[in-house]
């Protein structure tokens, strides 16, 4: 830990989140592309990638954590800096998911699509997006993007539900459809999983700004 000051430590802190993110849109993009390519190559570059967004977690795990034991933060501050130790863990996670769209994308690759795919790109589109406004929400500290992750997170299961019902009806056309209509259904809830940790990350965006705990999720099939 240097000697710079707090609010220069933050920016530091605020600067690393940010491209910890971008990584995360990257590999969430990715893995999509190797899946619609089918692409064996480009999938198991995000699964190696996947390592670095955990070693990136690790080190914004260390300094927050070493900001909040040698500075002795105070108000909002401690709570900026809890919130990043929160946002760390489910930009891993989301990096997680689209790990595993990668893995799927390997285990498809050599098969003949049962459709042409077309929402799960969009799925992915809007899930970017969502963790796009989520960081600049963050960086800003702006609550009123955070709160329009209400609007993407319907569209977001307006695209599951549709997705879901489509390849259920393929299953039922065809009883050799159903592993691969499991796999892509696989792939959408993944992508639903990412615009969840994204309202999650809204969500502490609003309680560092302030003060409040609200559930976007909740809000949004309420709306």
């Known amino acids: 830990m240097t000697n710079e000051p707090l609010v220069e430590e933050l920016e530091r802190l605020k600067e690393d989140l940010l491209r910890m993110g971008r990584l995360l849109e990257v590999q969430v993009y990715r893995a999509v592309q190797a899946l619609v390519n089918k692409d064996p190559d480009l999938a198991r570059e995000v699964v190696k990638n996947d390592d670095i967004i955990d070693e990136m977690e690790l080190d914004i795990e260390k300094r927050a954590l070493n900001l909040i034991a040698l500075k002795q933060p105070l108000a909002r501050d401690l709570r900026l800096i809890a ?124 309680y560092v700004v302030d003060g409040k705990r609200l559930d976007l999720n909740r809000m949004a099939r309420e709306a």
Request: glycine share 4%; aromatic share 4%; hydrophobic share 50%.
């Open 83 to 206: 919130t990043a130790l929160r946002m760390i863990v489910d930009i891993e996670r989301m990096a997680d998911h689209a790990e595993e769209i990668a893995r799927i994308a390997l285990d498809l690759h050599a098969q003949t699509y049962i459709k042409p795919l077309i929402d799960i790109p969009r799925m992915a589109g809007v899930a970017q997006q969502m963790v796009d406004n989520s960081l600049k929400s963050f960086i800003e500290q702006d609550t009123s993007m955070a709160m329009a992750l209400i609007d993407a997170e319907r569209e977001m299961d307006a695209l599951y539900d549709q997705i879901f019902r489509e390849l259920l009806s393929y299953m039922m056309q065809d009883q050799k459809n159903i592993p691969q209509a499991t796999a892509l259904l696989l792939v959408a809830g993944h992508l639903e999983r990412i615009g969840d940790h994204a309202t999650n990350l809204g969500e502490m965006v609003i």
